[in-house]
């Protein structure tokens, strides 16, 4: 049987942090009963054309703003494969033990916590809420609850952050008693239309961002974990399922405002706010909001693209010329990988890639 996602959008936060350019809303809480029962109605509506899932990822905004049975009720209209990865994510403020241990009881089987930094000045300029001691306390919580495999998110860049300040969150967590198996590690990226992203004064510094970057990789690489993809990482057997589905150009649907579909090079997507997608099912119509299908030419590329941020990477002669971009790769066995200082340029390799749409 083929790898099949489902991704499921949950458009709501306690608090928009200043560099979030996602679909997600801090005062919309109001809208949560509704629109549980809209995801619920479009599962259920286009549920007879979908395989079982193989991965199932709650994402957002914040997952964790829903009760969790709220949540679980979500995943019940899901039909599932045996052995399904099911993945939430939550914000450390929300990983209470009772919390997690419904979800373990309710056929969730990874969880994702956003944890960022451990140093308080870069949770202060990221506007992350959640105590430095939050790393430790997830940790406990989501062992006891019974997960063996889940995530913590870390995110380079902040301009409040110094190496000695990367260094020291990667020793919190890795010194923990029970380590993160998965760890993500996500350059912050100064979007135009967020707070940040007005304010000069605080756009990351590319060069610091870099050696950040490095040392991440030659950290976590050095403590057993095997570099996946330019942001993840995870020890053997921790590999996150669902995410390996997006970098293979894999099937998934997409469900709730905002989510997008792919089938086979259909591409579609749905209305952006969570009150227009409400009123859509409520009312008996699609929410769908448009939709693209992508020519040989583009599914190619995009599939090099993606395969070359993985440790997959990309046959030789997928390219043009390796000369101009020598020092950002390795070439082994008749494939191109990203060479760790390549990994934060990969744009600059991707233009080097023939029969570009």
């Known amino acids: 049987m083929s790898d099949f996602g489902v991704y499921v959008h949950v458009p709501f936060c306690a608090h928009r942090c200043d560099y979030c350019a996602f679909a997600t809303y801090a005062d919309r809480d109001h809208v949560m009963a509704d629109y549980v029962d809209a995801v619920r109605t479009e599962i259920a509506a286009r549920r007879p054309d979908m395989p079982e899932a193989t991965s199932v990822f709650f994402g957002g905004g914040t997952p964790s ?17 045996s052995g399904a990865e099911v993945t939430v994510e939550c914000n450390p403020e929300d990983a209470s033990l009772e919390r997690l241990v419904a979800y373990r009881e309710g056929g969730v089987t990874r969880m994702s916590f956003g944890i960022q930094s451990t140093r308080p000045a870069v949770l202060a300029d990221l506007g992350r809420r959640h105590g430095t001691g ?16 889940w995530n913590m998110d870390l995110i380079i860049g902040s301009r409040a952050e110094s190496l000695s300040d990367v260094a020291q969150t990667l020793e919190d967590l890795l010194d923990l008693e029970h380590p993160p198996p998965h760890i993500s590690c996500y350059a912050l990226t100064a979007e135009p239309a967020t707070p940040l ?6 756009h990351p510094d590319e060069d610091a961002t870099a050696d950040a970057y490095d040392l991440v990789g030659a950290t976590l690489e050095a403590a057993g974990y095997s570099w996946e993809e330019i942001s993840n990482w995870a020890r053997p057997g921790h590999e996150c399922r669902h995410n390996h589905l997006y970098w293979d150009q894999g099937d998934y649907e ?10 086979g090079g259909h ?4 209305v952006r706010t969570p009150e227009r997608y409400v009123a859509a099912l409520r009312e008996g119509r699609s929410p769908r909001a448009g939709e693209e299908f992508l020519d040989e030419a583009t599914r190619t590329f995009e599939h090099d693209s993606l395969a070359l941020r993985t440790t997959t990477g990309v046959a030789v002669e997928a390219f043009d010329s390796l000369e101009e971009i020598a020092h950002l790769i ?3 066995e008749g494939r191109v990988r ?14 080097h890639l023939g029969g570009q749409p």
């Open 267 to 270: 591409r579609y997507w749905n």
């Open 65 to 81: 703003r829903l009760e969790a049975t709220d949540l679980l009720a979500i995943l019940a209209e899901i039909p599932r494969a």
């Open 330 to 332: 390795e070439v082994n």
């Open 134 to 149: 939050a790393h430790v306390e997830v940790a406990q919580a989501v062992t006891a609850a019974g997960f063996t495999t």
């Open 338 to 351: 990203l060479a760790r200082g390549g990994r934060l340029l990969a744009n600059q390799v991707i233009v």
């Open 197 to 202: 992203g007005r304010d000069r004064s605080r």
């Open 254 to 263: 997409g469900f709730g405002s905002a989510a997008h579909s792919h089938r």
